[in-house]
C-alpha cells in the first residue's frame, strides 16, 4: 500500500507525539520513546509501512542529517583542551572494545575473524544522544568521570567514519586485495581532504560570504542545505558515503566564520533529526525476535554490557585514574551506539552478520539504551557497592 510521503511523515510523528507524552507519564526516556513507535509502524508490526526500503530511505536520510550536526558540534578547539583523554583514552576505549570483543566472540562462536573483528566493530560505539543528555540533565557533564566519557564520545564520532569506510574492505567486497583496497581507500580519503581543504579555505567562506549579503537566515538556511547536500553526493560520487560528506560538510562549515549563526539555525531541529533516525531504526526491528530469540537476547544483554563496561575501566586506567572515576566511566559507556545501527546495516548487506543476528543486536541495543540513564545516574555508587561487597566478603 502506497502512501504519499507527507501523509507517512504525518503518521510517524504524529503516533511518536503519543508515544512520547505515555513514556514521560512513565518516566521512560525519549529516545527509548522514539525506538518502541518505530517498532509499532515497523513493516513486521504493521501493514502501514509494508515497503522496507522505503523505511531504508528514512533511515538513510535520519544517518545523514544526525552525522552533519555531529560535524557541525566538533570543535578542534574543545579537542585540544582533552586532547590526552580523546586520543588516548578514547583510542584505548575502542581498540580494547573492538579486541576483547573479536577475540570472545571467536572464541565461544567460532565465527571467521572477519565477522568477529566486525561484532568488534559493533560493540566499539556507545550512545553519544543518550548519554550525553542524561549527564546534562543531572549535571554531571562537569565530573570528573563525565569529562572522560564526552572525550571517549568525541573519539567514537570520529572513528565511525573509518569503521564504516573498513566495513566492505573487512567483507572482501570487490576483486582487489585487501591491501589494494585500503591503499584505495586511502588515495579517495586523502583526495577527499584535499577537496575539502580548498572547500573550507577558499570557496565556501567565500560563497556564504556573499549569502550573507543579503542578510537574509532563510537564505542561509537553505544556502547551507544546498552546501551539506552537494558535498554528500560528492563524496557518494567517489565511492565513499552521503554519510560521510554529510559529516564533512558539518566540520567544513563549524571552521568557518559562520558556524555559531549555523548552529542555531539547525541545532533546535536536532531532536527532530534524532527522533527521525531512532524512529527508523526501530522500523527496522522484528518484535517477534523477543519471543523466538530470547534466551541468546539476555546472553547477549549481559555479554556486551560485562565487555563494554571492562573495556571502558581499562580505557580510564590507561590515563592513570581512579577506581571510582573507572567503573562510573565503564558502566556509563556500556550500551551500544546509535551508528552501529548504521555498521550493522552495513554489515547484513555484506554478509557479515545474519539476518537473525541483526535482529538480535537490535533487540539487545534497544535493551542497554533502556538501562542506561539507570547506570549513569547511580554511577558514582557503583564502585562503592562494589567495594563493599568485596571487602564483607574478605573479612566472612
Not at 507527507?6 to 510523528?13: E, G, S, T, V
Request: glycine share 6%.
Amino acid at each position: 500500500m502506497q502512501h504519499h510521503i507527507l501523509i507517512n511523515i504525518f503518521a510517524i510523528f504524529g503516533v511518536a507525539t503519543a508515544v512520547i507524552v505515555i513514556c514521560k507519564f512513565l518516566k521512560i526516556r525519549y529516545i527509548i520513546g522514539y525506538l518502541i513507535t518505530g517498532v509499532l509502524l515497523s513493516p513486521n508490526t504493521s501493514a502501514y509501512f509494508a515497503d522496507m526500503e522505503e523505511v531504508k530511505v528514512y533511515a538513510e536520510i535520519g544517518i545523514i542529517l544526525l552525522l552533519f550536526t555531529v560535524g557541525l558540534e566538533f570543535s578542534f578547539s574543545n579537542l585540544k583542551r582533552i586532547k590526552n583523554y580523546v586520543l588516548v583514552g578514547g583510542a584505548a576505549q575502542v581498540f580494547f572494545t573492538i579486541f576483547l570483543t573479536a577475540g570472545l566472540v571467536w572464541l565461544f562462536m567460532q565465527p571467521s575473524s572477519e565477522e568477529s573483528i566486525f561484532w568488534g566493530f559493533l560493540y566499539a560505539l556507545s550512545s553519544t544522544a543518550i548519554v550525553v543528555k542524561v549527564l546534562q540533565d543531572s549535571n554531571k557533564i562537569t565530573t570528573s568521570y563525565g569529562k572522560f566519557i564526552l572525550a571517549v564520545l568525541l573519539f567514537q564520532d570520529i572513528m565511525i567514519v573509518p569503521l564504516m569506510l573498513f566495513t566492505p574492505i573487512l567483507a572482501g567486497a570487490g576483486d582487489s586485495s585487501p591491501i589494494e583496497a585500503i591503499a584505495w581507500l586511502l588515495g579517495k580519503l586523502i583526495a577527499m581532504g584535499g577537496i575539502s581543504y580548498l572547500l573550507a579555505r577558499y570557496v565556501i567562506p567565500f560563497f556564504l560570504k556573499t549569502v550573507m549579503k543579503i542578510q537574509s537566515q532563510e537564505v542561509f538556511l537553505i544556502a547551507v542545505v544546498f552546501l551539506v547536500t552537494g558535498i554528500a553526493l560528492l563524496t557518494e560520487e567517489m565511492g565513499l558515503s552521503l554519510a560521510l560528506g554529510a559529516f564533512i560538510a558539518g566540520l567544513i562549515i563549524a571552521e568557518t566564520n559562520y558556524s555559531h549563526m549555523a548552529i542555531s539555525c539547525f541545532l533546535p531541529f536536532r531532536y527532530v533529526f534524532m527522533s527521525f533516525f531512532f524512529i527508523s531504526m526501530g522500523m527496522l526491528l522484528d518484535y517477534k525476535i523477543f519471543l523466538t530469540d530470547w534466551e541468546w537476547i539476555i546472553l547477549w544483554f549481559f555479554f556486551t554490557l560485562i565487555v563494554k563496561a571492562v573495556a571502558g575501566i581499562l580505557a580510564v586506567k590507561v590515563m592513570r585514574l581512579d577506581w571510582k572515576t573507572a567503573v562510573a566511566v565503564g558502566f556509563s559507556i556500556a550500551q551500544i551506539g546509535e551508528f552501529s545501527f548504521v555498521l550493522a546495516q552495513s554489515g547484513l548487506e555484506y554478509k557479515l552478520i545474519s539476518t537473525n543476528n541483526y535482529q538480535i543486536f537490535l533487540a539487545v541495543s534497544i535493551l542497554l539504551m533502556s538501562v542506561t540513564p539507570f547506570f549513569i545516574l547511580k554511577a558514582e555508587q557503583i564502585h562503592p557497592a562494589i567495594s563493599k561487597v568485596i571487602h564483607s566478603r574478605s573479612n566472612g
